[in-house]
């Protein structure tokens, strides 16, 4: 894994579409189904479909929840809520041992919630793990301009989790979950 993703992360979320909100987990379980159970999707509201299909359904004042979950890395899936903002579920997601790492940021006021890191359904400050102390250092690989506290976040959880958000990710297969 390389320290620095070969694409600025935040500039990567405008390109495509999410500037206004972007809400995020990224959860280890790798099966997305799982992950769709977890959050107590029913299974007839659930259908695969690929990033822009689900972009469609982006609306961050709606009231039906709606997220897009995507296999992120070995290990790892990848939830983007999409509609219907809500309480946290990485209690839930984390239960029998897994890991939660939740980002919520609204761009129009550049306003970023403190990041969740959930374990086996505890909440945690990332910023307190000595585990992930590491992952915290270098955090611009250019030194003439400063990097945005969410572009940090984004590259610490990328790095965490083995993979940053790419193009890959923007062109990928994903469930679409509904709860209307």
């Excluded at 822009?52 to 992120?72: C, E, F, K, N």
């Excluded at 984390?94 to 940021?105: I, M």
Aim: with cysteine.
């Amino acid at each position: 894994m390389t320290l620095f993703p070969t694409e600025n992360q935040q500039r990567l979320l405008v390109a495509h579409g999410l500037d206004r909100w972007f809400g995020a987990q990224w959860v280890s379980i790798e099966d997305g189904h799982e992950v769709a159970r977890r959050l107590h999707f029913p299974a007839e509201t659930i259908e695969t479909c690929d990033f822009q299909t689900a972009m469609r359904s982006y609306d961050p004042l709606g009231s039906a929840q709606r997220v897009w979950i995507t296999s992120h890395a070995p290990g790892w899936s990848h939830v983007l809520l999409l509609s219907g903002g809500q309480a946290s579920s990485a209690e839930e997601l984390s239960r029998h041992g897994q890991r939660v790492f939740e980002l919520s940021y609204v761009g129009e006021i550049e306003e970023l919630d403190e990041p969740i890191y959930t374990h086996d359904g505890e909440y945690r400050s990332i910023f307190d793990e000595a585990e992930y102390e590491a992952y915290r250092t270098n955090l611009s690989n250019d030194n003439t301009m400063p990097v945005s506290d969410l572009e940090q976040l984004l590259i610490i959880i990328g790095r965490i989790t083995g993979r940053f958000l790419d193009q890959d990710w923007v062109s990928s297969q994903g469930l679409l979950c509904v709860i209307p």
